[in-house]
């Protein structure tokens, strides 16, 4: 306990074995990592699970390999441990809820934190301000569950910001923080408090209606740094006195013997992600509404443009240039919606990948593949119903194939822009997403024919997934086609080439099926940056870690 900035958090994370920036110095536990579980305070959980399917995940993942009732017993002692069991089949939720069913409140789902933390039977877990965000009596419901785990020897250390009195008293032990300094480590009763310094705030004060932790918060923060650093060498020299009793350590209610120290195989933890994102982003409503969604987004968009006619007419050609733009350009604004979704997954990944539940090249396979459904699908239905209305290829179907290929290629490489983002600015990627979205419109060839772009800065134009869309969509429409002029002797009348030429799209115009291998390449080489990102990332947290 102690004042904002006290370092709670930090020594916590020390302590608990996670990523930490710096130096540390001292000892530290003796624990293997199977012994030590630690519980953020954010509750990164996928929102479209059940309890019991939340519970299962960790345990196919962190358990080694058993039959599948074995699992499920596992996951029902945790849960009658922790009173879930009533809320087994109730969906998790959470701030990316895509469920439109009940789901979890606050305090709940931090049970579900706190039973995915004790799935491998650790002797400790460490929790970074458990009840942050929660009501009073929710907070103290989360304490309380606590204080029951430690009634079959499990020791529970937790950071936590002025609680309430009933809470406060509940603890065994506390330690004050302040500026970095340990000051205080005992009961949290007024008598140890008096005599280890803190008698000048208490004494006169009833403690059984004044809440010692606020009285010492509060002094803390006001403390002279003098004052400080005296206070924290007594606390040195009477601490290093005291001797810490060994506890008993029992199994959970239940009688299951602690898991063995030793993971699933790769095949095993690609099929539980597998089997679980298909869940999430196929088996929702989410996914449906979506498809639904872009075939109105497609008439919508397609209506404007029938009256237009089959035939290309001079008077109505730039019509038909801007409808094949702004086709473009929505379609890669529609990826931009995702942003929330690619956010979350870098949380929840970070976290799980932590916790050594899969590597970043399954989570990668696993999201990508049905990514194809969640992005491709609507994607395709949305072209295929602007293209059809917009009546250009009435009677050559194989380029409305071509161009929503290309179309669905541009939007899958926009999602993975924005997933390089996330990855790199995990905590604020709007800005740059922001830039992106902004800047992309200008190297399509609409605005500024691509020749005409000055050449170091034309290469954006040519990495652009949407420059690809318009110049495919473009050369389908207008390459070797005839267009009706009102005069055909007026010098002024383009032909369909002509029109490519203004637009600098048809000198050096690649072929067809060599623009799509262009798509497909800038797709696997952003899939590859984002591994190499990932990857590294996951080697740096390993490796700061004891």
């Known amino acids: 306990m102690g004042p904002s900035g006290a370092g709670k958090t930090s020594l916590l994370e020390i302590l608990?074995?996670?990523?930490?920036?710096?130096?540390v110095t001292g000892e530290l536990p003796d624990l293997e990592?199977?012994?030590?579980?630690?519980?953020?305070?954010?509750?990164?959980?996928?929102?479209?699970?059940?309890?019991?399917?939340?519970?299962?995940?960790?345990?196919?993942?962190?358990?080694?390999?058993?039959?599948?009732?074995?699992?499920?017993?596992?996951?029902?002692?945790?849960m009658g441990v922790l009173g879930l069991t009533p809320l087994m089949d109730q969906m998790v939720g959470g701030s990316s809820d895509l469920t439109m069913m009940k789901t979890?409140?606050?305090?709940?789902?931090?049970?579900?934190?706190?039973?995915?933390?004790?799935?491998?039977?650790?002797?400790?877990?460490?929790?970074?301000?458990?009840?942050?965000?929660?009501?009073?009596?929710?907070?103290?419901?989360?304490?309380?569950?606590?204080?029951?785990?430690?009634?079959?020897?499990?020791?529970?250390?937790?950071?936590?910001?002025?609680?309430?009195?009933?809470?406060?008293?509940?603890?065994?032990?506390?330690?004050?923080?302040?500026?970095?300094?340990?000051?205080?480590?005992?009961?949290?009763?007024?008598?140890?408090?008096?005599?280890?310094?803190?008698?000048?705030?208490?004494?006169?004060?009833?403690?059984?209606?004044?809440?010692?932790a606020d009285l010492i918060a509060d002094w803390l923060t006001v403390m002279t740094?003098?004052?400080?650093?005296?206070?924290?060498?007594?606390?040195?020299?009477?601490?290093?006195?005291?001797?810490?009793?060994?506890?008993e350590r029992r199994k959970l209610a239940g009688g299951s013997e602690p898991a063995a120290r030793e993971g699933p195989p790769v095949l095993l933890r690609f099929k539980v992600l597998a089997r679980r994102e298909f869940k999430a982003k196929v088996l929702t409503y989410h996914s449906a509404s979506r498809i639904g969604s872009m075939a109105l987004w497609g008439i919508m968009f397609g209506i404007p443009y029938v009256k237009i006619g089959y035939a290309l007419k001079s008077t109505q050609s730039f019509d038909r240039i801007r409808g094949l733009y702004a086709i473009a350009l929505?379609?890669?604004?529609?990826?931009?919606?995702?942003?929330?979704?690619?956010?979350?997954?870098?949380?929840?990944?970070?976290?799980?990948?932590?916790?050594?539940?899969?590597?970043?090249?399954?989570?990668?396979?696993?999201?990508?593949?049905?990514?194809?459904?969640?992005?491709?699908?609507?994607?395709?239905?949305?072209?295929?119903?602007?293209?059809?209305?917009?009546?250009?290829?009435?009677?050559?179907?194989?380029?409305?194939?071509?161009?929503?290929?290309?179309?669905?290629?541009?939007?899958?490489?926009?999602s993975i822009l924005l997933l390089i983002i996330s990855v790199l600015?995990?905590?604020?990627?709007?800005?740059?997403k922001l830039i992106l979205q902004a800047t992309t419109p200008i190297f399509t060839g609409f605005m500024i024919p691509i020749d005409q772009i000055v050449w170091p800065v034309r290469i954006f134009a040519y990495l652009s997934p949407l420059h690809l869309t318009f110049a495919g969509a473009m050369n389908s429409m207008f390459a070797g086609q005839s267009i009706e002029c009102d005069d055909s002797d007026d010098p002024d009348c383009e032909q369909g080439d002509d029109v490519l030429k203004s637009?600098?799209?048809?000198?050096?115009?690649?072929?067809?099926?060599?623009?799509?291998m262009i798509a497909i390449a800038m797709f696997i080489t952003y899939l590859l940056i984002v591994y190499y990102i990932m990857r590294r990332q996951y080697i740096s947290d390993q490796s700061s870690k004891r």
């Not at 509750?43 to 960790?58: G, N």
């Not at 065994?172 to 205080?184: D, I, S």
């Open 16 to 23: 608990g074995n996670q990523t930490v920036e710096g130096e």
């Open 503 to 516: 637009y600098g799209i048809l000198d050096d115009q690649p072929t067809w099926y060599e623009v799509i």
């Open 33 to 78: 990592a199977e012994e030590l579980a630690f519980v953020t305070q954010e509750d990164v959980l996928e929102p479209t699970s059940t309890v019991l399917e939340t519970l299962l995940f960790y345990a196919m993942l962190r358990l080694p390999p058993m039959r599948s009732r074995d699992y499920r017993r596992r996951a029902e002692e945790i």
């Open 425 to 432: 600015i995990p905590k604020n990627p709007t800005g740059m």
């Open 104 to 212: 979890l409140s606050g305090g709940q789902r931090r049970r579900v934190s706190i039973g995915c933390a004790l799935m491998i039977d650790p002797k400790v877990i460490m929790l970074d301000e458990p009840t942050s965000g929660l009501d009073p009596f929710t907070a103290l419901t989360v304490v309380e569950c606590l204080l029951q785990l430690t009634k079959n020897g499990l020791t529970c250390v937790c950071s936590i910001h002025q609680p309430r009195i009933d809470i406060f008293k509940k603890f065994h032990q506390v330690m004050f923080l302040c500026q970095g300094l340990a000051v205080y480590a005992g009961p949290p009763t007024g008598d140890e408090l008096s005599a280890a310094g803190f008698r000048s705030i208490l004494t006169d004060r009833d403690l059984t209606r004044v809440n010692p």
């Open 330 to 414: 929505f379609n890669a604004s529609l990826t931009h919606n995702g942003s929330p979704v690619m956010e979350y997954y870098v949380l929840q990944s970070k976290a799980e990948m932590g916790k050594g539940l899969y590597k970043p090249l399954e989570s990668l396979i696993v999201f990508f593949m049905y990514d194809v459904f969640i992005v491709l699908v609507p994607s395709g239905v949305l072209l295929t119903v602007e293209m059809l209305l917009m009546g250009s290829f009435y009677d050559k179907l194989d380029k409305i194939l071509y161009v929503v290929t290309i179309g669905v290629l541009e939007h899958c490489n926009f």
């Open 225 to 247: 740094d003098s004052d400080l650093e005296a206070l924290a060498q007594t606390y040195e020299e009477k601490f290093s006195q005291k001797k810490i009793p060994k506890v």
